[in-house]
Nanobody, 111 residues
Framework: QVQLVESGGGLVQPGGSLRLSCAASVAIFRFNAMGWYRQAPGKQRELVAGLTIGGSTNYADSVKGRFTISRDNAGNTMYLQMNNLKPEDTAVYYC?????WGQGTQVTVSS
């Protein structure tokens, strides 16, 4: 059983930055595509950023140019660098790989 654990969420002012991490119990990110999702209250879960095995990335239009997905070489940890955060980025953020999901980390953007 693979476990994914997110960290790095918190409260930040508009325009600020956060870096989310997703630690896997095995090096699952090395050989699989992965992604970050988010779910705001009353809304459906949406894909924020994806990263393929070959290194290609895709982003939701709302975060392009502000968010960056990456992973470490060992394949144990995935990251989401979030810059110029906006109140509409407030949500619970989840990492996912294959059918595995983390428990989520809350990101709140507010002054």
């Amino acid at each position: 059983q693979v476990q994914l654990v997110e960290s790095g969420g918190g409260l930040v002012q508009p325009g600020g930055s956060l870096r989310l991490s997703c630690a896997a119990s095995v090096a699952i990110f090395r050989f699989n595509a992965m992604g970050w999702y988010r779910q705001a209250p009353g809304k459906q879960r949406e894909l924020v950023a994806g990263l393929t095995i070959g290194g290609s990335t895709n982003y939701a239009d709302s975060v392009k140019g502000r968010f960056t997905i990456s992973r470490d070489n060992a394949g144990n940890t995935m990251y989401l660098q979030m810059n110029n955060l906006k109140p509409e980025d407030t949500a619970v953020y989840y990492c996912s790989c294959r059918h595995y999901w983390g428990q989520g980390t809350q990101v709140t953007v507010s002054s």
